[in-house]
């Protein structure tokens, strides 16, 4: 019996290698690389009708970028596709470190605020006191010119003082002749032995002392008229020059303490707009934390926009919004369109405004009408040069959404051209 399995086993095998080399050049024939026809994107559906292939997008975007002028944390994002309505909060970022420099800012701003009406109210004290002065020193002149006028005006001091003088020459001269008189009466008297000679000591005295008086009268009235004159004159003049000085400088302190005053609140108050101006850029800013959206339409993130460049990264809580940095994008709501790229050829044979007809894989092939709206050129790395065919298919139903793929047919025979 074991002697059976084992010729059983035999024939197995050998009928298992004759099968195998019978077959193994056909199984070799079958690894022949086979060919594969890339897919069309232009597809003739039956003459003049081509169709192609194209993904469906939004039609235009409103750009959300980082306002505040510098890099700051998000705290909030609004999820990608959701509806958002004119007005709401879509991103906001962390301003604590603005809310910080804000009120460090106010107290710089308060600062400059006094420093700017200290300098204001220094100019107004120092602009009266000058005022004062200039005006002190003009009454100080009136005084001076006054006192000059008295001395020696018409019937000033001066001019009494020399008619007192020459009243008095004119006493003593008076005096003098009736002492002389009463001294040749007393001589012939005596001569007659009708008085002693003691009268006439007498009476010679009072002569010499008349005639003294009245030298003493005339050389005062010559030093009065003379040296006391231009003396109290010169004494008077210098006063109303000095006086005349004092206004001058008080003018001078007055101009000097006015420049000087407006170049006070000049720089106070350039200071104080440099700290408004910052308080008013830091509020700018904290409110720029919060971003609304302009208008309503679909959130979309940058990464998913069309031709979006650098700007792809990860969009978070707790990621960092570069300045300037496009957050988000608003998408507007039924604007969608197709970017068909087209032959040259075939381009040349359409029009903006031109019918064509859309289908939708997801929508069952359903027809959906559509227009034409631009047409562009686009220059590849490589030839074949082919053009841009951009389509606003309508969607009277609300059914189409971003992503879904059409195919477009293209009626060539409706132009001639553009």
Known sequence: MNRSKRVLIVIV????????????????SELRPVRVRPPRLLEPVGQPVVRAKAALEY??????????GRPLPILHIAPEGKSAE????????????????????????????????????????????AAEMIELAGKGIEVAEGALRVFAGDGGEHELQLRAIESEIALGERRLVVAAGHEQLISERIRANEAPRSQLEEAK???????????????RLLFLSKSVYEQKTSELRLAIEQKKLELIRARHKLSTAEAAGEAAIMVERANYEL?????KRLEEQIAAC????????????????????????????GAIARERQVLLRIAEKG?????????????????PGQDVKVRFDALDDRVFNGRIVTIGVISPPRPPVQARVTIRPDDPDGQLRVGMTASVDFDSSKTTGR
């Open 275 to 279: 700290e408004s101006n910052r308080f």
């Open 13 to 28: 095998v050998v009928s298992f290698a004759l099968a195998a080399g019978r077959f193994a050049p056909q199984a070799v």
């Open 205 to 219: 005295l009072a002569s010499f002392e008349a005639k003294i008086q009245l030298e003493l009268a005339k050389t």
């Open 290 to 317: 919060k971003i609304y959206a302009p208008e309503a339409g679909i959130v979309v993130y940058p990464a998913r926009a069309p031709r979006v460049g650098s700007q792809v990264g990860a969009l978070e809580r």
């Open 335 to 351: 604007r969608l369109k197709l970017d068909v790229r087209v032959s040259l050829a075939l381009a040349q044979k359409l029009s």
């Open 86 to 129: 004119k007005g709401a909060v879509l991103v906001e970022l962390d301003a604590g470190a603005l809310l910080d420099e804000r009120d460090q800012q106010i107290f710089l701003l308060k600062k400059a605020q006094a420093q700017l009406a200290a300098a204001e109210a220094s100019f107004v004290a120092e602009r009266e006191e």
């Open 59 to 68: 039609a235009s975007f409103t750009d959300l970028r980082n306002e505040t």
